[in-house]
């Protein structure tokens, strides 16, 4: 199967476990993999027979800044239900980063990776 990757999509949003992470908020990193068979799309050249990154990439931002979550894997499990329900798409898998987190000691990121196919939903 072929994949569509976007790598690198950041935004500030308010998620965690603490008051702070709520209120101040944070910056987030997503990697996405979307995995379907693009043959019509190598064929055409027509942005109809593919998924439109554009439209991805504006709805993990949507989502990132949008309703708060406690943990990240809530968050990252939005964005993998999102996109299988908007996007056609087979499987999808998204890694989510909190760059910089709140623990005791230096810490560059935290992050999750949940992958699901269009059976799970």
Do not use: W
């Amino acid at each position: 199967m072929d994949k569509i990757v976007l790598h690198g999509i950041r935004f500030h949003g308010y998620h965690g476990l603490s008051k702070m992470e709520r209120e101040v908020g944070g910056r987030y990193s997503v990697d996405i993999e979307m995995t379907c068979d693009y043959s019509r799309a190598l064929a055409s050249d027509r942005i109809a027979d593919t998924v439109d990154y554009r439209k991805v990439h504006q709805l993990v931002q949507e989502i990132g800044r949008g309703e708060s979550y406690r943990l990240i894997e809530a968050l990252a499990g939005r964005i993998v239900t999102s996109i299988l329900q908007q996007f056609p798409v087979e499987e999808v898998l998204v890694r989510l980063n909190k760059e910089t987190p709140v623990l005791d000691g230096i810490v560059q990121s935290v992050g999750v990776e949940i992958r699901r196919r269009r059976a799970d939903v």
